[in-house]
């Protein structure tokens, strides 16, 4: 038995009808984080449906409680042989966003999947059931083309709270740190870089929330009668803003941007392009940082965004100077980025520019950025095996352009990240009408098995050149 028999016996599992019954049947779960009383259904994802294909591949598993109070469950499953060369760790989330019901397309329901030629529709199809479906599915396969011999272990982590944010997967890593130890991490979610391109990414974007308040007095105040001698507070946070970042979108402040762009980072962007598929809107050319590429921008720079703004009554507006306004502003960083003292360098920005008035407040848990080396050895193994098992040059992300929690595997428990998604940009995750397309993952089982084969032939060599070089 081979490779070759690897990648076609994952084939036939999406041939034959397997994989689409197996997605079904998880994607009815209603596994809604983001809703106060899912919690009985996040748990019974667990016990359910992944528990039991891991007891049939050699798991042995535990279902845990979430540290973080109100937090969903955790399921740590291991797979050991005696002589095993090296450990490799994955993830996954089994909770959804909300299902959105009644907003979907006709005919479509987001607890069902529903295959309308490519395109597989259903909440979680593409975040982040399919993702792990296809994974732990491509495992099975390799496994029987074995004989049941992998020559290394293998550990799963599955939380079911990714959607709010992650709450206590940190600390729950560092209370199991020792069991989820591993030479390299491996996983997938997020989308490719476009539908027909086989992709590998190495980390994210981290992400920063702040918000900026303007309280110049309680109530508003005639317009007529003193419009002219009382500062608006709608134009002052507009202002404020404009100080942060200009009309173009680009950062005015160098304590918010990153310290370069790496070489090695600019090489790997220079082969992707940004948007173009159907349903992706139009890029604006003149936007953002200038001299770089519109790739360069999103994957390898930082952004200001305001995500909401308010001033005065929006709904039913009247002719009075509003003494409030407010705005919910975000950071999207990369490695190298002062993110530690963002809040310094803005409230130093304003400061300087006469904005006394502008109160400025971290808001939410912010989300590190990571990035593995383009030049590590197990990049140049995980492009080689996607080009082995698709005949096609895989596109390099050197990392995602969101937010993932990569840093727990990455900087808590010390691990190379490889990420290896099987969705695609235009794919509606967190929107009516989220689906997975077909082909992606057909190809997805493929590129899997050729992982995890390729892991057992030849990821101690991997690992030994990388502590050769420590």
């Known amino acids: 038995m081979s490779r070759d028999d690897a990648l076609a016996r994952a084939a036939a599992y999406f041939d034959d009808g397997r994989f689409l019954e197996t997605l079904s049947r998880r994607v009815a779960v209603r596994s809604e984080s983001q809703n106060p009383a899912g919690g009985p259904q996040l748990h019974a994802y667990l016990t359910e449906h992944i528990a039991p294909q891991l007891a049939q591949l050699g798991f042995t598993h535990r279902i845990l409680d979430n540290p973080h109070a109100g937090g969903g469950p955790f399921l740590l499953a291991t797979r050991t042989e005696a002589d095993a060369a090296f450990s490799v760790l994955t993830y996954g989330h089994g909770d959804v966003v909300r299902g959105q019901e009644g907003l979907w397309r006709e005919g479509l329901d987001p607890w069902r999947v529903t295959v309308q030629g490519d395109r597989w529709y259903g909440r979680g199809t593409a975040d982040n059931k399919g993702q792990h479906t296809i994974n732990?599915?491509?495992?099975?396969?390799?496994?029987?083309v074995r004989g049941g011999k992998l020559g290394y272990n293998v550990k799963i982590v599955l939380e079911t709270g990714e959607e709010t944010g992650s709450p206590g997967l940190r600390e729950f890593c560092a209370l199991h740190q020792e069991a989820l130890?591993?030479?390299?991490?491996?996983?997938?979610?997020?989308?490719?870089?476009?539908?027909?391109?086989?992709t590998l990414f190495l980390g994210s974007r981290g992400f920063f929330n702040f918000s900026l308040r303007a309280h110049l007095?309680?109530?508003?105040?005639?317009?007529?009668?003193?419009?002219?001698?009382?500062?608006?507070?709608?134009?002052?946070?507009?202002?404020?803003?404009?100080?942060?970042?200009?009309?173009?979108g680009r950062v005015l402040v160098k304590g918010l941007l990153p310290d370069s762009l790496p070489a090695n980072v600019r090489e790997a962007l220079q082969t992707i392009s940004v948007g173009g598929d159907p349903g992706d809107p139009a890029i604006d050319s003149d936007w953002g940082e200038p001299g770089?590429?519109?790739?360069?921008?999103?994957?390898?720079?930082?952004?200001?965004?305001?995500?909401?703004?308010k001033t005065g009554n929006p709904d039913a507006p009247v002719g009075a100077i509003p003494g409030h306004a407010f705005a919910l502003c975000q950071i999207r960083f990369v490695v190298g980025s002062d993110s530690?003292?963002?809040?310094?360098?803005?409230?130093?920005?304003?400061?300087?520019?006469?904005?006394?008035?502008?109160?400025?407040?971290?808001?939410?848990?912010p989300m590190a950025a990571t990035r593995l080396d383009p030049d590590d050895a197990?990049?140049?193994?995980?492009?080689?095996?996607?080009?082995?098992?698709?005949?096609?040059?895989?596109?390099l992300l050197p990392n995602f352009g969101g937010s993932l929690p990569n840093d727990v595997f990455a900087e808590l428990l010390g691990m190379p990240t490889l990420w290896?998604?099987?969705s695609y940009p235009a794919c509606s995750q967190h929107a009516p009408n989220e689906h997975l397309l077909g082909s992606v993952a057909r190809e997805g089982l493929q590129i899997m098995a050729g992982v995890f084969w390729d892991l057992a032939e030849g990821g101690h060599d991997v690992v030994r050149h990388r502590a050769g070089l420590r």
């Open 292 to 309: 770089l590429t519109p790739t360069e921008r999103v994957y390898g720079w930082n952004t200001v965004e305001v995500l909401a703004y």
């Open 420 to 422: 290896f998604p099987h």
């Open 378 to 395: 197990w990049v140049r193994w995980g492009l080689d095996s996607i080009r082995r098992s698709t005949g096609k040059a895989p596109s």
């Open 217 to 248: 007095r309680d109530g508003g105040h005639h317009s007529g009668n003193w419009g002219g001698l009382l500062r608006n507070a709608g134009i002052r946070l507009a202002h404020a803003i404009a100080s942060l970042v200009d009309a173009k």
């Open 136 to 144: 732990l599915a491509a495992l099975a396969q390799v496994l029987a």
């Open 340 to 365: 530690g003292n963002f809040m310094v360098h803005i409230r130093e920005h304003l400061r300087a520019h006469g904005f006394d008035d502008i109160d400025v407040q971290p808001e939410g848990e």
């Open 181 to 198: 130890a591993a030479d390299v991490f491996i996983a997938s979610d997020g989308p490719r870089v476009a539908a027909s391109s086989p």
